[in-house]
């Protein structure tokens, strides 16, 4: 992987992938540790006299009032306060004010497009890594600056496909994440415990398969653990989980070869017939596992823990793990969200702005988009 500290950069046009997929209420930022993450890099390169392109998602985009909900405009609003200067906002991802704006585009000037999942409606083509478009997108800058750590699991076109066609380097959030993830990879302290949650599903089911080998307990809460239950057989009611036959089976099958680290709740605070958060037996069960670790990795929340009355078990978990003597790092944007929130975070020993990032990371020893990348650079 070469950063862009290792290349000479200056004055050249460049186009930027972020993560700035931060949690939006009413047009409000909730929290913006991704966007102020990204800062050093942006600073960087307007320090060396580049013009920047910036990409990112936001949200999810299936249908037309998806797009009305996950626009990029707040973004680029409090992206200008934070950097002291203007941002450019362009409210298309591809088209004739993208490339006039791009192509006039001065050096020290910063612009940036509307959400690349824009482009999702209604062929899916940023999802899918469409070459196309990756390439129309390359056709606006000199060289390609990955700093999106967020979105490394996830090989789509304005994350990886982009680098097919321009020189491509990391920036410095994506070296920040390595640097501290590495020793979660390859030199980890036992007993390794991770601690997972969270409402991206079937995302996230698909790591546990790499993770249990490598760790001495799972925690499980939120959808991930009402999956186990259900695929086990307990009524769960309406709450989130998959439905999928296939995943369902291999859960059950997980189960029963580690059935020592897959540790599950055991009560819940029920709304609507909806788990919406875990009860106190379970919280005092998953103390004692992190009071016996020495790392602990948190990825997700245990339920609905924007509403108050849901937030117990998300607070009194994360307060434990503050709590512990163990190295602590936790990953996610609402897991975040959350630790800030509840004004944990100084405790910890490393907050990963990727959830699905650095699950996969850790679980695998590698990401997708990295994998295409370097596959492209040779
Ligand atoms: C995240 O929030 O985990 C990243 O921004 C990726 O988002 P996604 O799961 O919608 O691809
Ligand atoms: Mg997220």
């Given at each position: 992987?070469?950063?862009?500290?290792?290349?000479?950069?200056?004055?050249?046009?460049?186009?930027?992938?972020?993560?700035?997929?931060?949690?939006?209420?009413?047009?409000?930022?909730?929290?913006?540790?991704?966007?102020?993450?990204?800062?050093?890099?942006?600073?960087?390169?307007?320090?060396?006299?580049?013009?920047?392109?910036?990409?990112?998602?936001?949200?999810?985009?299936?249908?037309?009032?998806?797009?009305?909900?996950?626009?990029?405009?707040?973004?680029?609003?409090?992206?200008?306060?934070?950097?002291?200067?203007?941002?450019?906002?362009?409210?298309?991802?591809?088209?004739?004010?993208?490339?006039?704006?791009?192509?006039?585009?001065?050096?020290?000037?910063?612009?940036?497009?509307?959400?690349?999942?824009?482009?999702?409606?209604p062929e899916k083509l940023e999802s899918k890594n469409d070459l196309n478009l990756a390439?129309?997108?390359?056709?606006?800058?000199?060289?390609?600056?990955?700093?999106?750590?967020?979105?490394?699991?996830?090989?789509?076109?304005?994350?990886?496909?982009i680098s097919k066609y321009l020189p491509t380097y990391f920036g410095f959030l994506v070296?920040?994440?390595?640097?501290?993830?590495?020793?979660?990879?390859?030199?980890?302290?036992?007993?390794?415990?991770?601690?997972?949650?969270?409402?991206?599903?079937?995302?996230?089911?698909?790591?546990?398969?790499?993770?249990?080998?490598?760790?001495?307990?799972?925690?499980?809460?939120?959808?991930?653990?009402?999956?186990?239950?259900?695929?086990?057989?307990?009524?769960?009611?309406?709450?989130?989980?998959?439905?999928?036959?296939?995943?369902?089976?291999?859960?059950?099958?997980?189960?029963?070869?580690?059935?020592?680290?897959?540790?599950?709740?055991?009560?819940?605070?029920?709304?609507?017939?909806?788990?919406?958060?875990?009860?106190?037996?379970?919280?005092?069960?998953?103390?004692?596992?992190?009071?016996?670790?020495?790392?602990?990795?948190?990825?997700?929340?245990?339920?609905?823990?924007?509403?108050?009355?849901?937030?117990?078990?998300?607070?009194?978990?994360?307060?434990?793990?503050?709590?512990?003597?163990?190295?602590?790092?936790?990953?996610?944007?609402?897991?975040?969200?959350?630790?800030?929130?509840?004004?944990?975070?100084?405790?910890?020993?490393?907050?990963?702005?990727?959830?699905?990032?650095?699950?996969?990371?850790?679980?695998?020893?590698?990401?997708?988009?990295?994998?295409?990348?370097?596959?492209?650079?040779?």
């Amino acid at each position: 992987m070469k950063y862009i500290d290792e290349v000479d950069i200056s004055s050249k046009k460049v186009i930027l992938r972020c993560d700035f997929n931060v949690p939006i209420e009413n047009g409000k930022i909730v929290d913006d540790t991704r966007i102020e993450k990204s800062l050093k890099t942006i600073n960087y390169l307007l320090d060396k006299n580049c013009s920047v392109i910036l990409l990112s998602h936001l949200g999810r985009v299936k249908t037309r009032d998806d797009k009305l909900k996950n626009t990029l405009k707040p973004v680029g609003d409090r992206l200008s306060k934070l950097l002291n200067k203007e941002v450019k906002f362009i409210p298309e991802a591809v088209g004739m004010n993208v490339l006039k704006t791009c192509k006039d585009l001065k050096p020290g000037e910063v612009v940036l497009l509307e959400n690349t999942r824009y482009c999702d409606l209604p062929e899916k083509l940023e999802s899918k890594n469409d070459l196309n478009l990756a390439k129309y997108w390359s056709c606006l800058g000199d060289v390609f600056v990955v700093d999106a750590f967020g979105s490394l699991h996830r090989a789509h076109a304005s994350v990886a496909g982009i680098s097919k066609y321009l020189p491509t380097y990391f920036g410095f959030l994506v070296k920040e994440e390595m640097e501290n993830l590495d020793p979660v990879v390859n030199n980890i302290k036992r007993p390794f415990t991770v601690f997972m949650g969270g409402a991206k599903v079937d995302d996230k089911l698909q790591y546990i398969e790499g993770l249990l080998p490598k760790c001495d307990y799972l925690l499980l809460g939120g959808g991930i653990a009402n999956s186990f239950l259900f695929a086990l057989g307990y009524d769960i009611k309406n709450s989130l989980c998959t439905s999928d036959e296939i995943t369902l089976e291999e859960l059950r099958n997980l189960y029963k070869k580690y059935k020592e680290k897959i540790i599950l709740p055991i009560d819940f605070v029920f709304d609507n017939d909806m788990i919406l958060d875990l009860n106190v037996k379970t919280i005092n069960k998953y103390i004692k596992y992190f009071e016996l670790s020495n790392t602990i990795f948190v990825n997700g929340t245990v339920g609905k823990f924007e509403e108050s009355k849901f937030a117990k078990g998300t607070r009194s978990l994360f307060t434990f793990i503050n709590r512990s003597n163990a190295i602590k790092i936790a990953g996610g944007g609402d897991t975040l969200n959350a630790i800030n929130e509840f004004k944990l975070a100084d405790n910890f020993n490393f907050l990963s702005s990727g959830g699905g990032a650095s699950l996969e990371y850790i679980s695998s020893g590698k990401l997708e988009a990295v994998e295409f990348i370097e596959s492209n650079q040779k």
